[in-house]
């Protein structure tokens, strides 16, 4: 079956350092999307890329989507405390099964 | 907040019992998926039901069942509770008007269980 993979699985960066997670596919995804979970939280969508090799931006965060449309990646721009959280991809769309990646747990150090 | 409403927020039951978990999809929504999350884990999709029908299964034990009522609300039951069976049970909404969509979810707060 499908598998989404995610890396790294953890991440601690100095708070006004860049991150970014990667998402990757077994098989070709039809769309991706992003969900981010706050700690104690419920994830909560993000973004959703559809075109193979879209890039779309909302403010300090940049989801890319790879040409073969079997990756993802999520870069933040000089991360915030307010980033922390787990930041999820998951397939979308398409006759596929739901499927969530494994996660990247963010720690910000301020 | 999501719209979507899941009780009891939390749940403490003992090995061998069995429970029932309530999720009220968004006004509008057809579909509803369940998840589990253990502790600091990813989601696993455990099921999937479509106006009132099954439309996909994941990694969803025998011990556990769900259904979809005529009016949109799940329920999640699971029996001879184990150990393991201690974790975060999410629900999640969305439109779905039909296979091939973009079908943006929306998670409840999610319902603690612990089994002791």
């Known amino acids: 079956g499908q598998q989404v993979m995610q890396i790294p699985q953890y991440q601690h960066v100095q708070e006004g350092e860049d991150f970014t997670t990667y998402c990757n596919s077994s098989?070709?995804?039809?769309?991706i999307q992003w969900y981010k979970q706050r700690p104690g939280g419920h994830p909560v969508f993000l973004i959703q890329?559809?075109?193979?090799?879209e890039v779309k931006k909302q403010k300090r965060l940049t989801f890319q989507f790879g040409e073969a449309k079997k990756n993802s990646s999520l870069h933040i721009t000089a991360t915030q405390t307010t980033d922390v959280g787990t930041y999820f991809c998951?397939?979308?769309?398409?006759?596929?099964?739901?499927?969530f990646g494994t996660g990247t747990k963010l720690q910000v150090i301020p | 907040d999501s719209g979507v409403t899941q009780t009891p927020k939390h749940l403490i039951t003992a090995t061998g019992q069995r429970v029932t978990l309530r999720c009220s999809p968004r006004?509008?929504?057809?579909?509803v998926y369940w998840y589990q999350q253990s502790l600091d884990q990813g989601l696993q999709f455990l099921i999937q039901?479509?106006?009132?029908?099954?439309?996909a299964k994941g990694n969803i034990l025998e011990r556990f069942s769900a259904q979809q009522f005529p009016d949109l609300h799940s329920e999640l039951n699971l029996s001879s509770l184990e150990l393991g069976d201690s974790a975060l049970y999410f629900c999640?909404?969305?439109?779905?008007?039909?296979?091939?969509?973009?079908?943006?979810?929306?998670f409840g707060p999610g319902t603690r269980l612990t089994v002791l």
């Open positions: 999640a909404s969305s439109v779905d008007q039909g296979l091939r969509v973009t079908d943006t979810q929306y």
């Open positions: 098989t070709t995804l039809s769309n």
């Open positions: 890329l559809v075109k193979s090799g």
């Open positions: 998951r397939n979308s769309g398409g006759y596929q099964k739901v499927t």
């Open positions: 006004s509008g929504d057809l579909s």
């Open positions: 039901y479509y106006n009132g029908e099954e439309r």
